[in-house]
């Protein structure tokens, strides 16, 4: 969240073009779209997220939608995604151009915050190729659209040294937001990813294009620019292992690190131990002092269920307390009864 003071006006905006989430491996193309299509079968995701507790009407909402699939199958059906439970390749000898998988998926998101609201969706590509018998490269691209909106009238502008309040007719940035508070951007990201069935690495590069359609008098962008705020991230980093530790248990650890528009990054360190494909539990730090707990279901080979709290560990926790997401899978078309990934 940024917080900024501009004329007399404090105005606050996610500073992130990606849609909020602390289950962030559920909506993983929306990081970096080279995952699209990693499933081997249609992958519907649905969260609400119900952001800072503590604030009560106030409190900042967030709706995400996701679905991906597969274009083209590869032609050995058991190639499919991350497996941590699949077996050796018993089709080596199939020429790796008919193993290649193509990826389409969507998103929609949807994000209130006081007197901001926000109303997006993008679209996602991946190519997926077999550079060895177990060992993937993906190459993918984003395109997304959303519109920021400010119900300026919303806005509490507090009181003068007098305790009278403030009058805000007068500002030229109050003027101005009267003008034109509707903001349209297109952006668009690409990203890689090398995997196969115990391990992960990806990068993506979220600035290829970043551009606003429409052109009032005074933007948010211009705003955070004007006082050195970052707004977009430019790129981000992220690596998960699978370590098995019985028969029917895998400890997942990962991580994902963001880069902002002024070179710092964002990381969130995440573990989850995960039960016979039916159980699991993570916890995940963010190094901007909150800790998130997770635990999640597969009821079965369609559906599955997850929950999410995060507390902030800093000072703030008193006065916004904690966030809450949950977070539904379907699985369409799943023939092979595969299990979600929770990387």
């Known amino acids: 969240l940024i917080l900024i003071f501009v004329g007399g006006i404090f105005i606050k905006g996610m500073s992130q073009y990606i849609p909020n989430s602390s289950q962030n491996f559920h909506f993983a193309p929306n990081f970096n779209p080279a995952f699209t299509g990693i499933e081997g079968y249609q992958d519907l ?28 199958e590869p032609l050995d059906l058991t190639l499919n995604a991350i497996r941590t439970s699949m077996g050796k390749n018993q089709n080596a000898e199939i020429p790796k151009v008919k193993k290649i998988i193509h990826g389409l998926g969507a998103n929609v998101f949807s994000e ?37 909106r400010l119900d300026i009238n919303k806005i509490d502008f507090g009181k003068d040294p007098n305790g009278m309040p403030v009058d805000p007719t007068n500002d030229d940035v109050y003027r101005e937001l009267q003008a034109g508070s509707s903001f349209t951007n297109l952006n668009a990201r690409a990203g890689i990813l090398v995997y196969n ?11 290829i294009v970043n551009k606003s359609l429409n052109n009032p008098n005074i933007g948010l962008n211009d705003i955070e620019t004007a006082i050195g705020s970052p707004r977009v991230y430019k790129a981000l980093f992220q690596g998960g292992y699978s370590f098995p530790v019985s028969a029917t248990m895998d400890v997942k ?24 494909e039916k159980m699991w539990f993570g916890i995940t730090y963010r190094d ?36 809450h997401e949950l977070a539904l899978s379907v699985r369409l078309n799943n023939f092979k009864r595969q299990k979600q990934q929770t990387w």
């Open 253 to 276: 650890p990962s991580v994902l690190a963001l880069m902002q528009a002024d070179n710092s990054f964002l990381i969130d360190y995440n573990v989850k131990l995960y039960i016979e």
């Open 112 to 148: 209130e915050e006081g007197f901001m609201k926000r109303l997006g969706g993008g679209i996602n590509y991946s190519f997926h190729y077999p550079l060895t018998k177990t060992l993937k490269v993906a190459i993918g691209v984003n395109a997304t659209l959303y519109n920021s």
């Open 45 to 72: 995701k649905l969260a609400y997220r119900y952001q800072w507790s503590g604030l009560g009407s106030d409190a900042p909402k967030f709706i995400n939608v996701a679905f991906n699939f597969r274009v083209k």
């Open 197 to 207: 069935t115990r391990y992960y690495i990806g990068v993506s590069y979220l600035n």
């Open 288 to 323: 901007v002092k909150s800790m998130i707990g997770i635990v999640g279901f597969n009821l079965n080979e369609k559906l599955g269920a997850s929950y999410s709290y995060e507390l902030s560990s800093s000072n703030s926790r008193q006065f916004f307390g904690g966030s």
